[in-house]
Nanobody, 120 residues
Framework: QLQASGGGLVQAGGSLRLSCVASGRTLSTYVMGWFRQAPGKEREFVASSSWSGSSTYYADSVKGRFTISRDNAKNTVYLQMNSLKPEDAAVYYC???????????????WGQGTQVTVSS
C-alpha cells in the first residue's frame, strides 16, 4: 500500500513537499511516479523516478519547479513543489510501476491522493 501525505493550502509562489510511504512492499525495485488530477480533468503525469533515483522525468509544466526524490531505505518517495501556481491545484497521487513510463495505466499501485490547493 502507498500512503501519500503533505498536501495542503498554500499561496501562489509557496512550496509544499509531498511524501509517499509504502507499507507491505519495498519500493526499491519500482519506478515511482506522481500524478495529479484537477476537478473535471484527466489524471496527468507530473514526475517519475527510476528505482535508483538516478533518472527522473518531469512534465513540462513542472520542470524547474518540482523535484522528485526517493529514499529507498525509508521506502519513501517525495515531491518537492516550489513556486506553486494556482494551476498546480489538484489531488496528487503517488504510484508505482515496473516500467519507466508516464502513462497512468502502466502503474500498478496507487496511493489514495493528497489535496493541494493554491490560492492566488
Amino acid at each position: 500500500q502507498l500512503q501519500a501525505s503533505g498536501g495542503g493550502l498554500v499561496q501562489a509562489g509557496g512550496s509544499l513537499r509531498l511524501s509517499c510511504v509504502a507499507s507491505g512492499r519495498t519500493l526499491s525495485t519500482y519506478v515511482m511516479g506522481w500524478f495529479r488530477q484537477a476537478p473535471g480533468k484527466e489524471r496527468e503525469f507530473v514526475a517519475s523516478s527510476s528505482w535508483s533515483g538516478s533518472s527522473t522525468y518531469y512534465a513540462d509544466s513542472v520542470k524547474g519547479r518540482f523535484t522528485i526524490s526517493r529514499d529507498n531505505a525509508k521506502n519513501t518517495v517525495y515531491l518537492q513543489m516550489n513556486s506553486l501556481k494556482p494551476e498546480d491545484a489538484a489531488v496528487y497521487y503517488c504510484a508505482a510501476s515496473l516500467l519507466v513510463t508516464v502513462v497512468a495505466g502502466d502503474y500498478d499501485y496507487w496511493g489514495q491522493g493528497t489535496q493541494v490547493t493554491v490560492s492566488s
